[in-house]
């Protein structure tokens, strides 16, 4: 061990070095403080919204439209669907992204028509692919363990089988968001970073009856996109439909009801709660998509109130007939 | 003055101990250390968001309840496809979503359900949910609300039946669903030792009978027996309502009964519901002579009969026929299982 230095004396050097290190100590941490100083303050979340809104991934240049096709395999219903909508190529363009938003809330494997068969999905991907898309990714948030969810709904062998790309819902692809107006989506986590990825989005969704909203179509399948305790928002189920229309503004959505879950919904668990309605509906708006999409569990609108609210709030119309192609 | 010194000497305020080398440096390596700490709390703060915040402590969240083996998992020819996940009210709906609430209105209290797979042929698998419910009413309840019509009845209990990729079945407070991942005789084989091991690890003392005694055979349609826990009817008052279909010639109504608390608590219910109608647009018809005491409503063209019988509330819903729905009431009213 070394020998102590014997201190140094307490001159007047001594006194104005001490007293010059403290005042730029001083100085530092003001300077440091200063650097950290958020004049502006948090913002108002309308501002945050209003700053970063999600786009709209619609196709700006084209009317509403919706196709009705039946038949029973799924793959010749998309595309029967689509050709009547002017084909893949009027949707998804040369080197475009698409994001393939799924059902998958569930781990049950697809006969139980709880989640977005992968037949949709594979044959979706494809057709984008086809159409000249660059990259098509797959996600949903689900209700169940992610992974277990993609892999036990076949969803995510079909997009692998298709080239495209599942996104799990991992922490970090959360942010939060408020829908610009809405009372429900204020400061809410969103899974945000997929919709960044891409320019374009399709809704794949199966039909399925809801003990709590009546129908999971086209419009439920987008509260798949919220992180965090949404639950509570089973409270006010037609209102966060409603919200979850204007928060998503697709380029396409495709409702399967090869298979129409009729009874004991979202969930289903036998293959008597299913019903061969042979139907598939594609359209440029999901409210009359879910509009059309009623009738397949014997409800109409008015037993769907979430549909009126949607329209109410300019999300789309419930008058599905008139954007039928013919 | 002599003792006092009214100036220090030099060097007082130097007086402590000048720090050693080694601690020189173990004191810079505190210092770079904190700085580290520092650096590392000012790069995580800045990418701080709630609301991934949120997600994740959602998402990765435990079960409710760590599991209580509920229900074996040790089964023949099954291999468990993972430890059993339990939840309980709060987080029901992390699992089953919004059927959750059919759940929780009947007294739900707890679920724990596993995934197994066929021994000898992984590929082929099956999930056992185990909800566990404050009464056996309860189950009843939820296992009605939720029978698929073309189901095959069981004998393993009282009440269960197989469906073509499932298995379902009350045995006392439990409800018992089994869903295979296809539908196989192999599977449909596995789904019953596994509901029987079940009975056997639950057994239940003979339940005592409830209303589903009380209505009448004649006509009444198989397997219709349903218990409605909340809101019957759109009527929020009317709780724990057991339901039967009937019909006969054309005609078809659904008789239902509930026993109340009281004699007068089934009086009032009785006419908070008369009233109800009332208020939606039904209209009063005159029961004929020699009917029972009953109140008669004509709505949508289809008539409601309601009373109360001694602690029983009891009626006629949806009669398309009035001397049909009358005849049905009368056998209700002349049933004797009202306690004065």
Known sequence: ?326 | MEGIQSTPPRGALSRKKAPSVTQRWVSRAILATLAIIAGGVFVAQSRFDPGQWQAQSHESAPPANAPTAEAPTEVPGLRPMGPPETYDAATLSDKIDGKAELYLAAGFERLECQRFALADNPASWLERFVYTMNAPAGAFAVYSQQRRPQAQPLTLAADAYQAANGLFLVQGVHYLEVIGSEASETLQARMIDLARTFIQAHPVAQSAADERALFPKEGLAADSIALTSANAFGFERLDRIFTADYAADGHRAMAFLSRRASAQEAADLAGAYADYLLTYGGQRVQAPEGAPPVTVIAILDQYEIVFQRGDLLAGVHEANDLAYGLALATKLYANPGATP
Request: glycine content about 10%.
């Open chain 1, 1 to 326: 061990m070394k020998a102590i230095s014997p201190p140094p004396p307490a001159d007047r050097r001594w006194f104005l070095n001490r007293l010059l290190r403290a005042g730029l100590g001083t100085l530092g941490i003001g300077a440091l403080g200063w650097a950290f100083w958020d004049r502006r303050g948090p913002r108002p979340e309308e501002e945050i919204a209003a700053g970063d809104p999600l786009p709209d991934y619609s196709i700006p240049d084209q009317a509403k439209r919706l196709a009705v096709v039946h038949g029973a395999e799924r793959g010749a219903n998309v595309t029967a669907a689509l050709a009547a909508l002017g084909g893949m190529q009027r949707f998804i363009r040369a080197g475009d992204r698409v994001l393939l938003k799924v059902n998958a809330a569930f781990a049950a494997p697809p006969m139980l028509g709880a989640t977005t068969h992968p037949d949709i999905v594979s044959h979706v991907a494809r057709l984008c692919f086809q159409a000249g898309a660059r990259q098509v990714l797959v996600t949903d948030n689900p209700i169940n363990d992610p992974a277990s969810c993609f892999a036990l709904s076949g969803i995510a062998a079909a997009a692998q089988s298709a080239g495209a790309q599942v996104i799990l819902p991992e922490a970090r692809r959360f942010e939060n968001y408020s829908l610009p107006h809405g009372r429900l989506i204020r400061h809410w986590p969103l899974l945000r970073e997929p919709l960044r990825r891409v320019d374009k989005v399709i809704g794949l969704s199966p039909v399925k009856d809801h003990h709590r909203s009546g129908a999971s179509m086209a419009l439920k399948n987008w509260y798949g996109l919220l992180g965090g305790r949404r639950n509570i928002f089973h409270q006010e189920i037609h209102t966060i439909i409603a919200e979850l229309a204007l928060l998503i503004r697709p380029t396409l959505v495709i409702l399967d009801g090869t298979q129409s879950m009729i009874r004991n919904g979202p969930t289903g668990g036998s293959l008597d709660d299913l019903k061969p309605t042979q139907t598939l509906i594609a359209g440029t708006d999901p409210v009359a998509v879910d509009a059309a999409g009623a009738a397949l569990l014997d409800k109409t609108v008015d037993d769907l109130p979430h549909l009126r609210m949607a329209e109410r709030l300019g999300a789309g119309t419930v008058d599905y007939r008139s954007l039928l192609v013919k």
